[in-house]
């Protein structure tokens, strides 16, 4: 029997564990009004990286805020904000490599933003316009970018968790310097996909960064009826692999666990899980309406550990940033948005030629006839497929 | 009789039962206090409790598990899969245990009392992973019965046989419907049979068939193709597993045509079962090949969702074809 697996403490009265015998701390580096813990020790980070930072930030809630109107006004169909979980989800993508690739599960067009996603690009993903990577076919914000190393998102929850592995494993294989990044929710972490995927990467090696983005909900269903451990990071533990739980509304803290849990992952071929404690200060989703399942008070509580706002006072603390330039950002990125969404709506969607194309790497012949049935039915009725008529 | 959506009549047929079986519980994502995402399961929780309407954490396959194992326990189980695309993660725990307790325990155990209702199909703008019709996949599944409603009444109706059927139940729910569609309920308790379509509208020419979300589309196409005196016969098949070839086939032998509609996409969709059954039982009567107006053989597109859908410019084209053949 191997040494790994079996503990030779015995004992010789009945002794359980539960979630109090593991004690989990949270990483704290930067305190709410923008100075740092006396004893913290900081992340790399020097002034261009904190702009850079920073610039995502205000890109984002830009974005956001602006987009969440776009789909009040009916412009766009969905969209799903990233409000809130800022810092966990740039935090961890300032650390990263740009070979380093990514796998997301919806909320973290920040970190494809961080890695120079182009306002233009957005845009037209969001209209799925002609020039939209993905043609089109998935609702907004499903983003992916091959240049990017950003793999396209799926709805369907935790399947990239395994997926990461995967690839980790294959960019361990070629003997490239890099990790696999996968980013989900508290909620995913319930699906078998999630604790399959842990598994095999601490089994086999895999040097993949799993990021939990805990926000608290998973639509309407609260932490408290999503799991009864202590959290995602204790299951990290279990399955045998390095475990950090970081205050997810800390810049630093993130930035600083992912930064050393890439270099592990890099230095042993393991994989490490980063559980980011945080709040989804929005609704889940355009089409959700969080005053059916918690109280305005415990929004107002989070709003109060905005990590964007905690960030700026460090930034301003240094001397990095002051009011009048943070000011001039803002309205640098919202007219950025405003002038990329009037371009990109009036872009025309994708032509009817490429509904066939990409199902396999050449249409069938199935397909064809399909399509060319389907180009002649258009041509009768062109009324009711304006999408795609006259452009045939 | 009073007027509602397919949501009230659902929530209806749920509540009532769980009024009568002391034993039935409701669960799923978001299912318990707040009621559900689409709100099918609204004021449960309060009427009954956290213990027989609550929410699970987010795993299908964990539901799909845990309701198969209350269900063998001799109870009811109604569990309840986000969306239908999200059903694939539970595929293992339907597929293969639920569908096979009973046969491969030679019926000493059984999941009769467990029905998972989900919402289903396109329409909505919801792209490939919010639209998908995922039936045939469950219709291949010796064990599995298959139900799809088409409006209100017929969903409280059917959803309260589904649920006292002695056999594991998949009832998909047309979510384009579920606020779309209003009309005249019942009040209290009634069944509509599992296993028997329902012939809508009587004809001579064409017999049409769709069902769910589909059978909105056939009715328009239908009546386009009346002011052209075409004659339409319209079945809604309601239940897919089993069906009803008796009814189907008697109204083909009388139309001597058939056309088949469905969402899903055209190749392995179920519209293929039915037009080779029809066909054999049929032969001698038909008068034009069995035509099928369904999805493209592709993932459900967002953005040509229009083009993509079998709707009724489609199936109007169709039936003209077909009588004209
Ligand atoms: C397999 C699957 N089941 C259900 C859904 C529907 N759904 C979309 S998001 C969501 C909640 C996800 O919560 P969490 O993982 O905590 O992420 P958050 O939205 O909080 O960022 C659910 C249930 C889905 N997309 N995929």
Redesign the interface.
Same mark, same amino acid.
């Not at chain 1, 319930?190 to 996909?193: A, L, R």
């Not at chain 2, 318990?32 to 009621?35: A, E, K, R, V, Y």
């Not at chain 2, 954490?57 to 964990?62: D, Y």
């Not at chain 2, 597109?301 to 040509?304: D, Q």
């Given at each position: 029997m191997s040494n790994a697996t079996t503990n030779n403490d015995t004992v010789h009265r009945v002794s359980f564990l539960d979630k109090a015998s593991l004690h989990i701390p949270t990483l704290r580096i930067l305190q709410a009004d923008g100075t740092t813990y006396e004893q913290a020790v900081l992340p790399n980070i020097d002034q261009e990286l904190a702009n850079k930072i920073y610039d995502t930030c205000v890109f984002t809630r830009v974005l956001d805020e602006r987009m969440l109107g776009a789909q009040r006004q009916g412009r766009i169909?969905?969209y799903m904000t990233c409000t809130g979980e800022e810092a966990a989800v740039i935090g961890s993508a300032a650390a990263l490599d740009d070979g380093d690739v990514i796998l997301a599960q919806y909320r973290e067009h920040a970190a494809l933003r961080y890695r120079g996603f182009p306002t233009e690009q957005f845009m037209n993903q969001m209209f799925?316009n002609e020039k939209d990577f993905g043609k089109?076919?998935?609702?907004p914000i499903?983003y992916g970018s091959q240049e990017l190393n950003y793999q396209t998102i799926?709805?369907?929850?935790a399947t990239q968790i395994p997926q990461a592995t995967g690839v980790a494993y294959g960019l361990k294989l070629q003997g490239k310097r890099n990790v696999a990044v996968c980013y989900f929710g508290e909620?995913?972490a319930?699906?078998?996909?999630f604790h399959a995927g842990l598994n095999m990467a601490a089994v086999l090696k895999s040097p993949t960064i799993f990021f939990c983005r805990n926000n608290g909900y998973?639509?309407?269903?609260p932490t408290e009826?999503?799991?009864a451990g202590n959290g995602i990071a204790s299951r990290g533990v279990g399955y045998g692999m390095h475990t950090i739980r970081v205050d997810g509304n800390d810049m630093l803290a993130v930035l600083a666990a992912t930064q050393q849990a890439r270099a592990y992952a890099l230095e042993h071929n393991g994989p490490v899980l980063i559980e980011a404690m945080s709040y989804r200060l929005g609704a889940h989703s355009s089409?959700?309406d969080p005053s059916?399942?918690r109280s305005k008070e415990e929004e107002a509580k989070w709003q109060q550990h905005d990590p964007v706002k905690r960030f700026k006072l460090w930034m301003i603390n240094k001397g990095w940033l002051d009011e009048a330039t943070d000011a001039e950002l803002h309205e640098k990125y919202r007219e950025e948005v405003l002038s990329a969404v009037k371009t990109a709506e009036k872009l025309p969607?994708?032509h009817?030629d490429e509904?066939?194309e990409d199902?396999f790497d050449k249409p069938?012949p199935?397909?064809k006839k399909?399509l060319s049935e389907?180009k002649e039915?258009?041509n009768?009725?062109p009324n009711?497929?304006p999408?795609?008529a006259g452009r045939i | 009789m009073a007027q509602m959506n397919m949501l009230h009549a659902i929530n209806e047929a749920l509540s009532i039962e769980m009024e009568k079986n002391q034993s039935m519980i409701v669960f799923g994502?978001?299912v #318990?206090?707040?009621?559900g995402?689409f709100r099918a399961t609204s004021g449960l929780q309060e009427k009954f409790g956290k213990e027989r309407c609550?929410?699970t954490?987010?795993?299908?396959?964990?539901i799909a598990g845990f309701a198969n194992g209350y269900a063998a326990a001799g109870l009811t189980a109604v569990a309840e899969i986000q969306f239908a695309?999200?059903i694939?993660?539970a595929f293992d725990q339907i597929v293969n245990e639920s569908a096979k307790f009973r046969y491969r325990s030679g019926n000493q155990f059984d999941v009769g009392g467990l029905t998972f209702r989900t919402p289903y199909g396109g329409g909505i703008? #919801?792209?490939?992973?919010?639209s998908q019709s995922p039936e045939a996949y469950f219709t291949q599944t010796p064990g599995l019965k298959v139900v799809v409603p088409r409006n209100p009444e017929q969903a409280k109706g059917l959803l309260l046989a589904a649920m006292r059927d002695p056999n594991p139940v998949v009832f998909f729910e047309p979510k384009r419907l579920y606020r779309a569609s209003v009309g005249e309920v019942p009040e209290g308790d009634y069944e509509i049979e599992l296993g028997k379509a329902e012939v809508v509208k009587q004809g001579t020419d064409i017999t049409v068939l769709a069902w769910g979300a589909q059978m909105e589309i056939v009715e328009n196409a239908c009546k386009k193709a009346e002011k052209e005196g075409i004659s339409c016969e319209i079945i809604d098949l309601r239940s897919l597993a089993p069906w009803d070839v008796d009814t189907v086939a008697a109204s083909v032998k009388k139309t001597g045509r058939l056309l088949i509609n469905h969402e899903a996409p055209?190749?392995g969709g179920f519209a293929g079962e039915i037009a080779a059954t029809i066909q054999q039982e049929c032969f001698l009567y038909l008068e034009s090949p069995i035509s099928r107006v369904c999805g493209?053989?592709?993932?459900y597109?967002?953005?040509?969702e229009?083009?993509?859908m079998p709707?009724e410019?489609?199936t109007y084209?169709a039936i003209k074809a077909s009588v004209g053949f």
């Open positions: 169909s969905f799925s089109g076919r998935q609702m499903h799926s709805s369907p929850l909620g995913a319930s699906e078998g996909d998973a639509i309407s269903t009826e999503q799991y089409s959700d059916g399942y969607a994708p009817i509904i066939i199902v069938t199935a397909l399909q389907l039915h258009i009768k009725y009711a497929y999408k795609s | 994502e978001d #318990g206090h707040f009621g995402v609550f929410n954490p987010l795993t299908e396959q964990g695309d999200y694939f993660p703008a #919801g792209g490939h992973y919010h055209l190749t493209l053989d592709t993932p597109p967002l953005i040509h229009k083009e993509y709707d410019h489609k084209e």
